[in-house]
């Protein structure tokens, strides 16, 4: 940090008081309700802006793609900058890219460009979230579970305000636009006052040697597939409710908006305690139980025609899985590989979730035309068994013997 002479890293740092502790903690995490306030805005908002350029509805799939493509291609790139050349430098330059073209969304005066500024808000977007993420789940490996629930907590937050501070914009979209660019320039602002240029001190090589094939290890690969299929059940999920609530159920404006919320409250209510059990009896037990309750979320939403009660409690569960699944995945990885490989790890998770992202929509939609039930009972419970079922070969990962270890050696 700028005016301290021994330059502390940020562990140290972290390491000196609670109220460092706290204050760098909240700065990291920060981002994470940007990007997802970002998404919430963009997924209620984007038909606004359709009509605002007088284009097709097809660019609303077209838009959602492209942000979903540019998080695709660039999250490893993301967990190799954090690895590799800068892990301040990964998150400033994310969060940059990321609130240039956030605020321009909502400026847009074709539908070319409201296409190119998507995808950029993505790439931002793919950067800073990996290496968030890294950072919070190396910053004290014994506590990773608890880290990492801080990034559902903000993350669940975000996807609750959205819709209600869009609600009131709805004759003026590029406010809530200009809103999230405007906070994600005072996230680069906090980043560069707060958080040291670094992060730990060097690895020791013969041990922490960066090498491609540590992600041959069983619980990254079986990680990597496993959230593949939990992408394509999510973005069905969250693409489909919006109308499925309102359409199909027929729910009034406040409980549309208010059962779809309750989405972003099941994480942020329950994160922080299954982050703690997480840290104190391992990562794959909560894993099963969560992506469980994802399949009976979706058996329950689609399978029958709930009342506004049943569809909020059932997607807080969701959500809650949601959060609590993704987190446990991203600190099982961290787990199993050497700490110089961390960042680009939780890179390639991100980067095989999106490629189920992108297939979610397009499936949901290709089925409702058939039946409603059909379609979520496949592209959500149906799915989402196959997330379990590659969840189960894992092994209970040896956090607590890494995390003693790098401790002992004063990583």
């Known amino acids: 940090m700028v005016g301290q002479a021994n330059k502390p890293t940020v562990r140290q740092l972290a390491q000196s008081s609670r109220l460092w502790f706290f204050l760098i903690a909240l700065v990291m995490i920060y981002p994470v309700f940007l990007q997802n306030f970002d998404s919430e805005v963009y997924s209620f908002g984007a038909r606004f802006i359709i009509n605002k350029i007088s284009a097709s509805t097809l660019y609303i799939g077209l838009t959602a793609t492209g942000y979903v493509a540019g998080i695709t291609v660039f999250s490893l790139f993301g967990g190799y900058l954090f690895d590799k050349i800068s892990p301040k430098g990964a998150v400033l330059t994310g969060l940059t890219i990321f609130s240039v073209f956030s605020a321009l969304s909502g400026q847009a005066s074709s539908a070319l460009e409201l296409v190119i500024f998507r995808i950029l808000d993505g790439i931002g977007v793919s950067i800073f979230q990996v290496s968030i993420a890294s950072y919070l789940g190396d ?8 880290m990492l629930s801080l990034y559902i907590l903000l993350g669940g937050l975000g996807l609750f305000a959205g819709p209600f501070l869009v609600e009131p914009f709805t004759g003026n979209i590029q406010i809530p636009f200009a809103m999230a660019g405007i906070l994600g320039f005072i996230g680069v602002l906090l980043f560069l006052l707060v958080i040291p240029n670094k992060f730990r001190e060097d690895a020791d090589l013969e041990t922490h040697k960066f090498s491609l094939a540590a992600l041959k290890e069983r619980n990254v690969l079986l990680a990597s597939i496993s959230v593949i299929f939990f992408g394509v059940a999510l973005f069905a999920e969250v ?52 992506a469980s309750i994802q399949i009976m979320a979706g058996l329950v939403l689609f399978g029958t025609r709930p009342d506004f009660a049943v569809t909020t409690i059932m997607n807080f569960l969701y959500g809650a899985g949601w959060g609590i699944y993704f987190m446990n995945l991203v600190a099982i990885v961290q787990d199993s590989v050497p700490e110089s490989m961390v960042g680009i790890s939780v890179g ?64």
């Open 139 to 146: 910053l004290f490996p014994v506590t990773r579970g608890r």
């Open 239 to 290: 693409s489909y409710m919006p109308v499925y609530v309102s359409t199909i159920l027929n729910f009034t404006t406040f409980e549309s908006t208010f059962s779809i919320s309750a989405f972003g409250l099941g994480a942020f209510f329950l994160a922080i305690p299954f982050g703690f059990l997480s840290d104190k009896i391992g990562r794959k037990p909560l894993l099963i139980l969560f």
């Open 348 to 411: 390639l998770i991100y980067t095989t979730f999106n490629i189920g992202a992108i297939f979610g929509g397009p499936l949901m939609g290709s089925l409702i035309s058939i039946s409603w039930t059909l379609a979520g009972l496949v592209s959500i419970a149906g799915v989402s068994v196959l997330t379990l079922v590659f969840i189960l070969p894992m092994n209970r990962s040896r956090f607590k013997q890494i995390a003693q270890a790098e401790q002992a050696t004063g990583k």
